[in-house]
């Protein structure tokens, strides 16, 4: 019995002993279990692995709030997936922002297509005048002209539905719901097929019966007037003094009392927003940094749908994601004939060489090897034609660089000449677009609205080659522009209050002349003019 007592008396001891250790042995495998921290914080390079822990690194994939959580992930994988493609932005969407974001989607899902809200909204279309005021109101953007050009202008007519509380309904014209997923959650931002004014958006010009600058252009339209159910808004590269007024708050006024707006243009019009008193306080909350405008609108609203990230995807992993460091060039030229043209060439070459965005070559065939694991660079090239492509592969492959880098040169598409009414065209030059925009350098085309997509998209400020004169290559050929904003190709160049011409360009600080076009405005941020 004595034997037993002290066995048990052991044993309770032993107990007592692995309870008080367990829960030190339990904290200290958990510490030593977890991954170690990213001392960088940056991202460099495709889907990188953590090399210690073989997991792959957390990222941000709601890019601080600016995008919602509440998608279904598989419907549109590039949503959330492409963070794992790019460096981590320097640009933080504001929390003002982000709030306006998230109550223009309630706005949406209670406003849009098939809900109650929009059923008499169409009730109020269909009557022709205005009666009563609206619970809804809405912008219709006519999808018109290429595919630059419908990016840049869709996310024009959407910053000014976000300023005026209006929804915002897409036209989807041939295809665009097969390039870009529902950027808003629980509804959709296409326009309904069955719109009563759908069929007659081809007769909609300036001569139109509720053109806004007609109807001024008349006087068939005032504050004190009865207003009609909806105003058509020319505002294309054509539209004259009479359309420009859209720009002015006298009219604003007006136009935020009519319950359907349908718009129609070509152009990046958000630098002329910037001009307008009655939108000054709300922008300068929502964009703290002016050049980072299209950057968060692009990222907030450009997702490519699963067919086309397919294409993206595929293509980087397969030529871009080893290199070191991806260099883009995009080539447009707006000359007679598809090229390639000397001229151009000479231009892209002085402009990566001079810049020093690629390495001069040796002309001997051998050369000393640098080292046995060479810088890689991978330069992505997207022009119409092949040629360019394949003179700077060429030059690439004949001859060694004389900094002993390895560089590879890839082009995915040569479609000769632009098809925007071709679908698949259309995905390829999206998905070159994007492609481009995973650059860390990038080289882009002066007026070109393919290149600016990219370069927003990427948060890149890129090197823009000048426009040729006379077939004849600039001196210099590229100069780096004043911000990574698009160019408003054809603005106003009026003064609302005193009712004369005046340079816009001179106005305020952060709307100024583009570097590839003299009269275009561009938005910089800039503390003085």
Not at 446 to 461: D, I, K, R
Not at 474 to 480: E, F, L, M, V, Y
Not at 500 to 512: K, L
Request: glycine share 6%.
């Amino acid at each position: 019995m004595k034997r037993i007592g002290a066995d048990t008396m052991r044993f309770t001891g032993i107990l007592a002993a692995c309870l008080i250790i367990l829960p030190l042995f339990v904290t200290l495998s958990f510490v030593y279990r977890q991954p170690p921290s990213d001392s960088n914080g940056a991202f460099a390079g495709s889907r990188a692995l953590d090399e210690t822990t073989n997991q792959e690194e957390p990222k941000d994939k709601l890019v601080s709030g600016l995008l919602s959580a509440n998608f279904n992930e598989e419907s549109c994988l590039s949503r959330y997936q492409s963070v794992s493609y790019r460096k981590t932005s320097p640009y933080k969407p504001s929390p003002y922002l982000v709030s306006r974001l998230r109550s223009y989607e309630n706005l949406h899902k209670r406003c849009g297509p098939h809900t109650e809200a929009y059923d008499k909204a169409l009730e109020q279309l269909n009557s022709g005048v205005k009666i009563g005021d609206s619970e809804c109101n809405y912008v219709v953007w006519i999808s018109f002209s290429g595919l630059g050009n419908r990016i840049l202008t869709l996310a024009s007519a959407f910053l000014y539905a976000l300023l005026t509380n209006r929804v915002l309904l897409a036209d989807p014209g041939n295809d665009l719901g097969t390039l870009l997923c529902e950027p808003f959650p629980q509804t959709s931002w296409l326009l309904p097929l069955d719109f009563p004014l759908k069929g007659k958006f081809e007769s909609f010009d300036q001569k139109f019966t509720h053109c806004h600058g007609n109807m001024l252009s008349t006087k068939r339209i005032s504050a004190e007037r009865t207003l009609p159910s909806f105003l058509y808004l020319h505002l294309a590269h054509d539209y004259n003094e009479h359309d420009k007024l859209f720009f002015c708050d006298d009219e604003q006024s007006v136009l935020h009392k009519v319950p359907w707006l349908i718009m129609k243009t070509n152009n990046y019009f958000v630098p002329s927003l910037f001009l307008m008193p009655s939108f000054e306080n709300e922008l300068k909350k929502l964009f703290p940094e002016k050049e980072a405008v299209f950057h968060h609108l692009g990222r907030y609203l450009f997702h490519p749908t699963n067919d086309v990230w397919g294409l993206i995807t595929r293509y980087y992993e397969a030529y871009l994601a080893k290199a070191d460091e991806k260099i883009g060039i995009q080539i447009r030229t707006f000359e007679p004939g598809h090229g390639p043209f000397d001229y151009v060439m000479d231009q892209i070459q002085s402009c990566f060489l001079q810049e020093k965005l690629l390495p001069e070559i040796k002309m001997q065939e051998s050369v000393k090897i640098h080292s046995k694991n060479p810088i890689s660079k991978a330069v992505l090239m997207t022009s119409l034609s092949a040629g360019y492509y394949e003179k700077v592969r060429d030059m690439y492959w004949r001859y060694p660089t004389a900094t002993g880098e390895v560089i590879g040169v890839y082009q995915p598409s040569h479609e000769t000449f632009q098809q925007s009414e071709n679908k698949m065209h259309n995905k390829k030059a999206l998905a070159e677009m994007y492609l481009l925009s995973l650059s860390d350098k990038l080289i882009t085309s002066s007026w070109s609205t393919f290149g600016y997509v990219a370069q927003g998209l990427g948060g890149l400020t890129p090197w823009i080659m000048y426009k040729p004169e006379n077939q004849t290559a600039t001196d210099p050929a590229c100069g780096r522009a004043m911000s990574m904003e698009p160019c408003f190709h054809a603005p106003p160049f009026y003064d609302c209050k005193a009712k004369r011409g005046i340079d816009t360009g001179r106005v305020v600080p952060h709307v100024r002349h583009c570097e590839d076009m003299s009269w275009g405005l561009k938005l910089v941020d800039r503390n003085e003019l």
